[in-house]
């Protein structure tokens, strides 16, 4: 989950057409409703979905992922995945409980109303605060709840604000029993693992995580501008400026995240936010992977972004990311991704013969980068250094940077710790 997402999709659904994969933290007014993500943010379902393919593990309640920042230790649940009424009646519970703490905090509290102008203007160091915690364990009663960021299949995402230090984040608050019913809980897991040991500018911060009887509760960094995905909807496609800098700050977080041996495997609008000087960061790792020796045969990640590798069952590595850098640099461009088809077989079918077209308005330096990079062949795709070496991403970014009046590179942070 990210922050946005588009509409009408839930994670690893089974549906008969393409589909996007849900992300967390949608802007959104409302309190979210409970069990379903059918209806969060209906107005950008414009266009063919997109379809990720499941893997499914079994669940431990009391095997709880330890991550750097202090957890509460709540007794785990003894009960089993419950019956479809008893797992909405949970939610429904949990969602409206939490609902029912923002507002009581809301009316009782003296501080400033969070919100964007809040959020930006707090700039505390929370490096110092999380060492500060390692003293005590984190619990709700530690954050002031704002208002909901997004919603989906498996919980809610949340403003939030860290009381001791001021702290504006994002609380991704999930629920147990749809954990457990969806047996994702693997992913869970694996994105607190690998992303709460990520320090990079271009890369959603984690900074902790702590659980009660019910629920799962994911510290995460605020990002005040929401989803990428949400801004190429509004442009229809982005400019060849806008398009070489998100690759230049892309290629430089990948090349951080495959020098600690991350491998992402879901690179795609809906899981790239941006920060509050439009800086783009990489976020959703629940589909990543630490694989410091051995190449996967795992399929997952969402289908108009799979490599051919993957669509025929082959071993993969960190060069997948590279495929989907080049999908990502032909949708910002165009509008739709280059591989787009009526139904999955003919998505299929043209990934493994690499069968796609150039609009004319695509310029001869921009095809050249992205057939660079959509090579059947892993070994012959073009390195990540060799992405930010590209003269079309040099000359192009260089471009972006002198039309903003603040610059936006690989290295910006604004009031972001680190």
Not at 228 to 234: G, I, M, P, R
Request: charged content about 20%; aromatic content about 8%.
């Amino acid at each position: 989950m990210a922050q946005g997402g588009r509409a009408g999709v839930q994670k690893m659904p089974s549906l008969d057409g393409p589909q996007r994969i849900p992300v967390s933290q949608q802007q959104s007014q409302n309190c979210p409703p409970t069990g379903t993500l059918r209806s969060f943010m209906p107005a950008l379902n414009t266009g063919p979905l997109r379809v990720p393919l499941q893997v499914h593990a079994s669940f431990d309640n009391s095997n709880t992922v330890q991550a750097p920042v202090p957890v509460h230790q709540a007794k785990p649940s003894n009960t089993t995945a419950q019956s479809q009424p008893k797992q909405e009646a949970c939610q429904k519970t949990d969602a409206q409980q939490l609902c029912q703490k923002s507002a009581s905090q809301s009316s009782t509290s003296k501080q400033t109303p969070i919100n964007d102008k809040t959020a930006e203007a707090v700039s505390v160091d929370y490096n110092v605060a999380t060492e500060k915690k390692k003293k005590k364990q984190w619990c709700l009663d530690d954050f002031e709840i704002g208002r909901p960021l997004g919603k989906g299949k498996f919980g809610n995402v949340y403003l939030a604000r860290e009381k001791q230090s001021k702290f504006i984040l994002a609380l991704k608050v999930l629920f147990k029993c749809q954990l457990e019913k969806a047996g994702v809980e693997h992913q869970i897991r694996r994105e607190v693992e690998i992303q709460s040991h990520l320090r990079h500018p271009n890369v959603l911060r984690l900074f902790g995580y702590f659980h009660d009887i019910s629920r799962v509760y994911l510290i995460l960094e605020y990002a005040p501008r929401g989803e990428l995905y949400k801004e190429l909807v509004k442009c229809g496609k982005f400019n060849e400026a806008k398009t070489a800098m998100y690759m230049t700050q892309l290629a430089d977080a990948l090349m951080y995240c495959h020098s600690k041996k991350v491998i992402h495997r879901d690179i795609k609008p809906e899981n790239l936010l941006l920060g509050s000087d439009g800086q783009l960061k990489i976020a959703d790792f629940g589909w990543s992977v630490h694989a410091p020796t051995s190449r996967r045969a795992t399929l997952c990640g969402t289908l108009d972004y799979l490599p051919p590798e993957m669509i025929e069952g082959n071993l993969h590595d960190e060069k997948v990311d590279l495929w989907s850098i080049g999908v990502l640099c032909y949708e910002f461009l165009v509008g739709r991704p280059p591989f787009e088809g009526s139904g999955h077989q003919e998505t299929y079918k043209r990934i493994s013969k690499v069968d796609f077209t150039f609009p004319s308005f695509v310029t001869d330096g921009a095809k050249d980068l992205i057939m660079r990079l959509l090579k059947h062949n892993p070994n012959a795709r073009l390195p990540l250094k060799g992405v930010l070496e590209h003269s079309w991403v040099v000359r192009n970014s260089r471009k972006a940077i002198s039309q903003n009046s603040t610059p936006i590179t690989p290295n910006t942070v604004s009031g972001v710790p680190l």
